[in-house]
DNA sequence: CTGAAAGCGCTAACAA
DNA sequence: TTGTTAGCGCTTTCAG
């Protein structure tokens, strides 16, 4: 394998100088002077040389490294928010590690040790579905390693997040059911624990009372998340005596469960039911008909993350939430 | 901030000993004293030492970290794959470090460069669709950086690499279609210079001659992986004296490209214009109608994938090819 | 203006 | 059975 980086050794064996005044040449310190510095900066750059990031670490105790936790790489959400990150994080010099929680309480806490024992200088996280205990988070907090979370987050006092404005979101979307003429309106949330069910499920009910609708709990259904468990959950609403003219579905992979359910239940997508998702850009234009959908701003999300991480990551300051401005965007799975 | 981890001069400050013996005992050194192993291992877990990487990576010239670089990481094939290789890597107690080329030569080599100068063990690639020049590639190999390539791969006797068996897939295709009675069928290519144009296209050919189907020109057209461009593609196939009655996308968002282009024409899927993609199961089944498509086992192209660099990282085997086998998997949209 | 030395956390060869 | 020392690559006093 031979050696593949020139240390500041080599280069200060070379010219026979000392490895301080090559360092220090490096870094233009004052002291050295102006033709030694360019000679050294010279082989330097010959050489190729680029200073060891292991050795910078262990000295100063940073690994310019930042932790990211989701419930899932594979979803065009969490990816593209990580591209956001990841982008504000080069920016700055750091790099990000990726893991994956899988939706799984016990994973997510592994996945912390893990990183915490790479050395990480800090984590972003969003939490797994499964998640209710939060000690773990506390924890962190408690150690003084910077933690930031985003979409799905929890002890907003504690630790600083980035979140969409759910309740208003939901708001839009049921206000743009009532304008289109649908009446019987559900909502098939996520699991309850988490705070972006809770908080959509608010809005769900205030957008209803806006329009003067009753709401009917019967409309309420719960699911895991996936595709089949969403699939289930509409099939339910479709069983009703009285089944919804119109479907919310809290995320991308719901909707399209949703939407799967509707079409095999042979019935059509606006005409019958109509659906609004809470979805990307590029989903919803994928998926036919056209999605309707509160669009996440995702790259720009990951990208006030990653900054929030940083200002937390330098400062003491104290721990806010970041609200995003949602989008709804109107396509044809609403327009009876 | 205050200190975040115990060292081991920390143990053995509290234990009054010296700091290669709790380093030894941990290790189960056999000269260490059952009595003192057993306290110093105690400690250590009350304490809840772990070893600092950064020393270690210094001291052995290992960081446990392997780049990644890929196209594009929102798309569910990459981040797909990128969950196959980080499930083997974490097994190996490797982390791996993502980096985006976006599509694009210049930021791959760049990306190269700082992951190299982060100090990884080696490479995991997947060039952009922009790269024709490899040079950079074999400097790689010339150094002797451990490198593997995946999918879009070049210098095949230099590198070893993981792809499917895109020529072979392509007759598949071919041979579907006929069998469903389409007898104009069009090829939807990405840019010439890369391999998996080149392979497919050469199977799509094989395939007609197969079928005694007479090869049109016309029918095989170029874009650059993009959405919009496919659909541009599509437009200018339909715009044909003789449009064809069957096509085929190279990829995911290309066949997307297609259909939209298809729909917008007011044609009909699959009685119109019947469409094949190269595709993975999760978008297949969630566009509309469903999409007839040779799945990428892109799972387990990333495990397979981890599995061969890991196995040039650690000896000095000659590079290999693995040629992954594909499936065609039928569903709506060809089948006429 | 430049060099020597200590120290970041760890291992391993060498002493005792 | 345990301790001492050197060294991985680098910065930073402290001494010239």
Known sequence: MGKRHVSLKDLA???????????????DHP?????????????????????????????KQATRMIGIIVPD???????SIISGIESVAADKGYFVVIANSNERYEKEKESIENLLKARVEGLIVCMSCETSDTAHFRQLVQKGIPLVMF?????????PAVVADNAEASQKIIQHFYDRGY???AYVSGPEQMNISQERLLGYR???????????PALVEFCDLSFESAKAAMKRLLQLANPPDAVYGINDTVAFGLMNAIKEAGLRIPEDTGVVGFTDEFHSTVVSPPLTSITHPTFEMGQKTAELFFKHLNSDVPPETIVLKTQLIERLSSSK
């Open 13 to 27: 064996k070379e010219l026979n100088v000392s490895i301080s005044t090559v360092s220090r040449a490096l870094k």
């Open 151 to 159: 979409d799905r987050v929890c002890l907003p006092n504690l630790i």
């Open 183 to 185: 009446r019987r309106i």
């Open 73 to 79: 790489l594979v979803s065009h959400f969490y990816s």
């Open 31 to 59: 002291d050295i002077s102006n033709a030694l510095r360019t000679k050294i900066k010279k082989l330097a750059a010959e050489r190729n040389y680029s200073p060891n990031p292991l050795a910078m670490g262990l000295l």
């Open 206 to 216: 205030a957008g209803l009372k806006a329009c003067s609708l009753e709401p009917d």
